[in-house]
């Protein structure tokens, strides 16, 4: 058996000493948009041990969805018929509406802002520590992602890449704290800002207290922070509290995408804004 | 080598805390296996192995975590060491003793948290104590109480050691 070597209690507080101070100056660590190099060989390490549970996982949950939950198929495969019928038919209306609109863009030589390059990606791991929303994605920088790249799902938005390594990437959620997102409301197109807030709805901060916001409304991208285009769906406002004497409202905002239960992201492979690019650039140096 | 096949274990652990196959969630907040893996660690190997291995595996966690600072390094070396001093006094530990000491130091690594939260202005108190602190020392207690159930259990010595080094 390996033994340790002994250990004053004068070493175990040098040690502890040490640890505060790197505690201390880990923030400017944790912000950079790479690893440093004492930390990769973790963070690559325990990628790879997720990304072969990820396999096991979607191994299993594939024999289970494609062989064992096959009750009700026929019913759900009627029903599905039915509304792919409904489906065409309202499809060939909106391709004529988003033929007119096209015409209208280049009679007013107005930019397209949703034609967008995007990736899809696996999320393959969670974060570890329940104070934090973040997760891991299947695609990294040999993929052509980088750092402050908008992830996104057909239900709306998912968060931001903070960090890369070759094969993989860290998203911050939008549900995390230190996340926040520039959102307009679709109905009266005020502007503000979407902040996080763990295990509770979203915050739409910044709305002036005069503002007419109802319960209800759809809260949008702005596409003022450089990281997402104009329209795509943050969530719905669900309580909407003015108190008085004050600046702003209090405004909740439900996801549009259940964050807890993302299997597949695209990620919008659209560099930064080139203020974006610039802070980034000034973080590294 | 029992020490090394720990190391490798709380590694495993550490990937699978935060992979898709750990299906214990409950609404987004998961059990800190990590913390409760150190907790016995220490309580079996002394403080000042348990310190140094929670601070290690804290660091690791620290890494793979997008918290804004490397808190668990501190914490995850306090837990380890904590149960370490701890172990040391007690006799004949049982579900409940275990699960209460975990559900303390989950709140005093959740304090260390809030209180780096403090510094770098993003706490949002009472809601981060309400829906995230206390849950979570309430999983990390049970789960750990379970644990102990199911794997450390077994017949301690009915005189406490204090006693023994006196005979």
């Known amino acids: 058996m390996l033994k340790f070597p002994s250990v004053n209690k004068k070493i175990l507080a040098a040690f502890f000493l040490v640890i505060g101070i790197f505690v201390l100056l880990s ?9 440093y190099f004492f930390e990769r060989p973790f963070a690559f390490s325990i990628n790879v041990i997720q990304s072969g549970f990820d396999s096991i996982f979607s191994g299993i949950s594939s024999v289970w969805s494609d062989y064992i939950a096959l ?3 026929r019913v759900e495969n009627q029903r599905l018929l039915a509304e792919n019928q409904r489906l065409q038919s309202e499809s060939v209306f909106l391709q004529e509406k988003a033929f007119a609109a096209d015409r209208l863009m280049e009679l007013l030589k107005l930019k397209d802002t949703l034609k967008k390059e995007y990736i899809i990606a696996t999320i393959i791991a969670k974060d570890p520590v329940s104070w934090s929303s973040a997760v891991v994605i299947s695609k990294g920088g040999k993929d052509g992602l980088r750092p402050n790249m908008g992830v996104i799902t057909e239900g709306g938005v998912v968060g931001r ?4 390594t070759p094969d993989y990437s860290r998203v911050l959620l939008l549900s995390d704290r230190n996340s926040s997102i520039a959102g307009l409301i679709q109905r009266t ?3 503000g800002i979407v902040a996080g807030s763990f295990g509770r709805p979203l915050k739409l901060n910044y709305i002036t207290i005069t503002s007419d916001v109802q319960k209800g409304d759809l809260v949008l991208t702005s596409g003022t922070d450089g990281v997402f285009p104009e329209g795509i769906v943050i969530g719905r406002i669900s309580k909407v509290n003015s108190p008085k004497n004050a600046m702003f409202h209090s405004i909740e905002v439900l996801p549009g995408v259940n964050l807890l239960n993302v299997k597949e992201v695209m990620v919008l492979k659209t560099p930064p804004a080139p203020e974006i ?3 980034l650039k000034e973080g590294l140096d | 080598m029992k020490i090394v096949l720990w190391f490798i274990s709380l590694i495993a652990l550490t990937a699978l805390q935060g992979s898709v196959l750990n299906p214990v969630v409950v609404k987004g907040i998961r059990p800190d296996f990590i913390l409760i893996a150190v907790y016995f660690f220490g309580a079996g190997y002394g403080d000042v192995r348990g310190g140094l291995l929670g601070a290690v595996i804290g660091f690791i966690m620290d890494v793979i975590s997008a918290g804004p600072v490397y808190i668990n390094i501190f ?3 306090f837990a380890g060491y904590l149960a370490g001093i701890i172990d040391r006094g007690v006799q004949n530990p049982g579900f409940a003793l275990h699960a209460g000491l975990l559900f303390m130091l989950s709140l005093i690594q959740s304090t260390g948290i809030l209180i780096a939260y403090v510094f770098l202005g993003t706490v949002q ?3 981060d104590l309400i829906y995230v602190a206390i849950p979570q020392a309430v999983l990390d207690g049970l789960f750990g109480g379970l644990v102990y159930l ?4 077994r017949k301690r010595d009915t005189v406490s050691r204090w006693e023994s080094v006196l005979k």
Do not use: G, Q, S
């Open chain 1, 27 to 35: 923030p400017e660590i944790k912000e950079k948009p790479h690893f």
């Open chain 1, 189 to 191: 197109r005020f502007e």
């Open chain 1, 71 to 73: 009750v009700n198929v």
């Open chain 2, 75 to 77: 914490t995850k070396f």
């Open chain 1, 277 to 279: 690019e610039r802070l």
């Open chain 2, 150 to 153: 199911l794997v450390f259990r």
């Open chain 2, 125 to 127: 108190f009472p809601d």
């Open chain 1, 161 to 164: 890449i903070v960090k890369t």
